[in-house]
């Protein structure tokens, strides 16, 4: 199903495919390896999400057992505990952020998220059985073992997408890649609240992703490469196409790339890099309190069983999910009519999180004896925050296209410090897990950290190339 669609999407946006009969444009290039590879990056984000996103359910259950099977074991965990589990996967993605970009640039892309996500998928298969053995130590342990070797995911990707996609569909190849993040988000939680409910409970949600995470891992280590040129099944013409498109060889832009030194005091010291740093640092704020909180709020506020929660909390990340391809699809259209690229990307991000933070804010107003307009609100919420796409994170390459990959690796791993606080302090702000009034202050920060870290990216932020992107050389 995923080929096909990535088949009729080709088609439908490759300007020559109306003249395929007359130019005798071959299926290689309509179809060819290189969407395979495109498809095994979005199967990785997806079940990267997925090996995340699960905990955010099992860990209701892991508290409170829900499983119709008395034999599940359950921690009665409060929720700063719980919190914590859900944080702590972020201690370890922090440190490994920025070392996995340098090691994907010097080594092997492919390989090292191979053996990234091998790994991660042992410690989300044994974390039921070190539970048990260990308690909620033990769980943090492998929490964080998750997120030291899941960091490479994003490097990883952004780097083969460089050698992979041709410019002309790098974006909506990319586009599609990353599209595994919602998508993973989607299918794991309403899966994961089943799963928790059944008779088998919550261990499973362990076992079945982290046996994808295995799977996936072997199928690319064999299946997948780090540029057409090192690909041992790719058809010459097809290699020709990608790297006639990309204007240079691999040996040309590594040697391009050896002139170029990594301007850190410029990067740091640069204004418009700190709005985006501070900007991503709302964005993983929002987000990840929203996304590792939801089925909470489902359970404890909206009384919906873990199972209807599962499913409910994955419904605004499902309209993100759609939202993302006509939003970058109306961001390029501007572009092309002349608006200004400050323009479109202060204006998209303003969706992004302008519109989420109104929501947010809206969610103390409505009535407590009704979940509609909550779910509602909610979905806005998530939604509309896939303007980000072509808001502060697309700004990277307008800063500077040569240092890109170590501008999101910086900002990244700054903005992960807060996908592990939030989370804390939402911990510490809920101590009465039903309690609406103390819900609404978790809201109403989100809201206003949205509301602030968009204005600094507003007022500081550019979308020119800096001086500093190919000033400093060796």
């Known amino acids: 199903m995923l080929a096909i669609y990535i088949l009729i999407f080709q088609r439908a946006q490759c300007p020559n495919s109306r003249h395929r009969t007359s130019k005798k444009m071959s299926f290689r290039r309509i179809l060819g390896m290189r969407h395979l590879q495109i498809l095994l990056y979005f199967l990785g984000v997806t079940i990267g999400y997925s090996l995340r996103v699960g905990m955010s359910v099992a860990v209701i259950s892991m508290a409170n057992s829900?499983?119709?099977?008395?034999?599940?074991?359950?921690?009665?965990?409060?929720?700063?505990?719980?919190?914590?589990?859900?944080?702590?996967?972020?201690?370890?993605?922090?440190?490994?952020?920025?070392?996995?970009?340098?090691?994907?640039?010097?080594?092997?892309?492919?390989?090292?998220?191979?053996?990234?996500?091998?790994?991660?998928?042992?410690?989300?298969?044994?974390?039921?059985?070190?539970?048990?053995?260990?308690?909620?130590?033990?769980?943090?342990?492998?929490?964080?073992?998750?997120?030291?070797?899941?960091?490479?995911?994003?490097?990883?990707?952004?780097?083969?997408?460089?050698?992979?996609?041709?410019?002309?569909?790098?974006?909506?190849?990319g586009t599609f890649a990353y599209a595994g993040a919602q998508f993973g988000t989607v299918i794991t939680m309403p899966i994961a609240g089943f799963l928790a409910e059944s008779y088998i409970g919550w261990p499973s949600i362990f076992y079945i992703f982290g046996a994808l995470a295995i799977v996936w891992s072997i199928v690319f280590y064999y299946f997948g490469a780090d540029s057409p040129s090192v690909h041992r099944s790719i058809s010459?013409?097809?290699?020709?196409?990608?790297?006639?498109?990309?204007?240079?060889?691999?040996?040309?832009?590594?040697?391009?790339?050896?002139?170029?030194?990594?301007p850190w005091k410029e990067i740091f010291t640069s204004i418009p890099m700190w709005a985006l740093?501070?900007?991503?640092?709302?964005?993983?704020?929002?987000?990840?309190?929203?996304?590792?909180?939801?089925?909470?709020?489902?359970?404890?506020?909206?009384?919906?069983?873990?199972?209807?929660?599962?499913?409910?909390?994955?419904?605004?990340?499902?309209?993100?999910?759609?939202?993302?391809?006509?939003?970058?699809?109306?961001?390029?259209?501007?572009l092309k009519k002349g608006v200004s690229r400050a323009i479109v990307r202060k204006t998209c991000n303003t969706i992004a999180h302008w519109g989420p933070a109104i929501a947010l804010a809206c969610m103390s107003v409505i009535p407590?004896?009704?979940?509609?307009?909550?779910?509602?609100?909610?979905?806005?919420?998530?939604?509309?925050?896939?303007?980000?796409?072509?808001?502060?994170?697309?700004?990277?390459?307008?800063?500077?296209?040569?240092?890109?990959?170590?501008?999101?690796?910086?900002?990244?791993?700054?903005?992960?410090?807060t996908s592990i606080v939030a989370p804390m302090i939402c911990g510490v702000i809920v101590s009465e897990e039903g309690s609406v009034d103390q819900w609404n202050i978790v809201f109403y920060v989100s809201a206003i950290i949205y509301f602030v870290g968009n204005l600094i990216f507003i007022v500081f932020g550019k979308a020119e190339v800096q001086w500093w992107n190919d000033s400093v050389k060796n």
């Open 368 to 417: 407590t004896d009704t979940s509609d307009w909550a779910i509602v609100l909610l979905v806005l919420a998530v939604g509309l925050n896939a303007g980000s796409l072509c808001g502060f994170q697309i700004n990277h390459i307008d800063l500077s296209p040569n240092f890109a990959g170590t501008m999101i690796s910086i900002t990244n791993c700054i903005a992960t410090i």
């Open 66 to 173: 829900t499983s119709t099977n008395l034999d599940i074991p359950s921690y009665g965990w409060n929720k700063v505990q719980k919190d914590l589990v859900l944080s702590s996967f972020f201690w370890g993605y922090a440190i490994t952020q920025v070392p996995s970009g340098y090691i994907a640039d010097v080594w092997s892309s492919q390989k090292l998220l191979a053996i990234g996500m091998l790994l991660c998928g042992i410690f989300k298969i044994i974390t039921p059985a070190v539970a048990d053995f260990g308690g909620l130590s033990a769980v943090l342990v492998c929490r964080v073992g998750m997120g030291l070797t899941q960091a490479c995911l994003l490097p990883c990707v952004q780097t083969l997408l460089s050698k992979w996609a041709p410019p002309n569909e790098r974006a909506r190849l």
């Open 277 to 334: 740093i501070i900007v991503h640092s709302g964005q993983n704020w929002g987000y990840w309190t929203l996304l590792t909180e939801i089925p909470s709020y489902m359970t404890d506020v909206l009384n919906f069983n873990i199972g209807k929660s599962g499913l409910i909390a994955a419904l605004p990340y499902l309209v993100m999910w759609i939202l993302s391809f006509p939003i970058s699809w109306l961001s390029d259209f501007a």
């Open 236 to 262: 010459q013409e097809e290699r020709m196409y990608i790297e006639e498109s990309l204007k240079t060889s691999e040996a040309e832009s590594n040697k391009i790339n050896k002139k170029m030194k990594t």
